[in-house]
């Protein structure tokens, strides 16, 4: 059985002056090793318990055990990344069935928004509580939502699944690397944080195709369904083999309560939805300059505020304690992160497009020519987890992300019309192999900076940041790519040849609605509206260079290659 806990501590003894033996309790962080003295006179009542648990001492599963937990992480994450996605190209069919064209737009923000909104909250719960219990509750919460999405009888109850989905969603990455430092040590981790990055990327892209096939041949509703035996197998998987550690203080219900920071999450929570719906409509369903839009970014400004000034106040008990946030890794992981996951969703969303509007195949084929994104990812992924556990420095390969990944997204904005496969293929593996060297280098610099208890709040922040520019770049890309398309057919000039007729016909259907002679312009007027949402990804490709370069020098390393002293190999411990 393997344990999970928030804090390891251990138990020394001092022998003073007078010969008497003075206890005192030792905190040993897991990845660092540096004690933290506090006198057992201080500690009356807060019900500590000693477990050997630092680098050296700790005791890691091995064999079928650790492949088990493995299993259950990797199947958890991949339902997460897949549900983010796959409902893409189930929405024609859903809106079919309930007749529901205006509320396509909350079926993605009711996810978005709820997942964004609670990551924060759930990177702190995972602080205080047994990890083992509240990622079991994140995968029940998310399970419920899935099957309310598959169920749901109408458009209304679709949209609460949705909801619900997206709030257990919040913590499943995080939790899944809170056990990832449990059951392997941190200078191996880097290997498993690839594979976890690969099956992240990989779901992403896979999504589409999977919704599209069975919305095609069997029912949208199996684009749900599809996540209740996999996240059994996941949840069955944990409970058996994880055993949960009792919390370390014992604490009232308010006091609780408070260490959740209640005041940061309700003004948090609100600042989301007003962004992320300001986002998503603004373009679109209204106008920038309505008063809709208008309202929602100004309520977002001052609650953002607001949020911000709760958590300087609040500091230790804040969501997002200033002192981690600013930590220089920390935050231009982030940074690196918001601008890796906006260029990446980009890609994901257009590429398609281009794919349906250029070449005229239909959603699952267009999906199907995203697998050279999805294998040059997975391999990169796997070379930068190996050379890191190797090497031990992450920093290199984030640089190198960059780089590349610039390179390749400035060459997918030179495809034509007539662009060969040889071009777009060759152009995605190149910006999916920058992205897999890069994608989970954050996550992993959290854990190498951070003391053991804060690894939560610290990967859960990286992870709010690529997910919240993913969410935020979706939404400037179709207002970038609306107006653009536009603009390019009204230059064309010619009779039958209606705007507002063509973007709401959507890729796949241009020949029904655009006469033969004027296609090659309407193709045109495509390309250059989806190119210009590239350049969006290729600033940010480039933007991420600013998070790679400021990131610190960290070794993951440390302990293997540090030599141990006495105190480190326990020889002082009773």
Known sequence: MVSTHSDANTITEQTGATGSKRHSIELKHIDDGTPAQVDNEKTEGLALEPVYTTEEDHVYPTGTVLFSIIVALVLAIFLVALDRTIISTAIPQITNEFNSLGDVGWYGSAYLITGCGFMPLSGKIYTFYPTKWVFLAQIVFFEVGSALC??????TSFIVGRAIAGAGSSGIFTGAIVMLTDAVPLHKRSTFMGAFGGVFGVSGVVGPIMGGAFAQHSTWRW???INLPVGAVAFIIILLIIKAHPMKKKLTIMEQIKQLDPIGTSIFLPSMICLLLALQWGGTEYAWSSGRIIALLVVFSVTI????GVQIWKQEEATMPPRIVTQRSVAFGMWFAFCAGGGMMLFIYYLPIWFQAIQGVNATDSGVRLIPTVLSLVVGTMISGVVVRATGYYTPFMIAASVIMSVGSGLLTTITPSAGAGKWIGFQILYGLGLGFGMQQPAIAAQAVLERKDVPIGTSMTMFAQILGGAVFIAVGQ???????????????????DASKIIHTGATHL????????????????????????YVAVALCCASLIGALGMEWVSTRKHVDAPKSKEQTGEQKV
């Open 150 to 155: 598959g169920w749901a009888p109408n458009s």
């Open 223 to 225: 684009s749900f369904w």
């Open 305 to 308: 505020i607001a949020f911000i």
């Open 479 to 497: 207002s970038n790519f609306v107006n653009k398309l536009v603009k390019g057919l009204i230059q064309i000039n010619a009779e039958g040849i």
């Open 511 to 534: 020949k029904e609605v655009v006469a033969p002679q004027y296609l090659p312009e309407v193709w045109d007027a495509y390309n250059t509206a989806i190119v210009n949402v590239f």
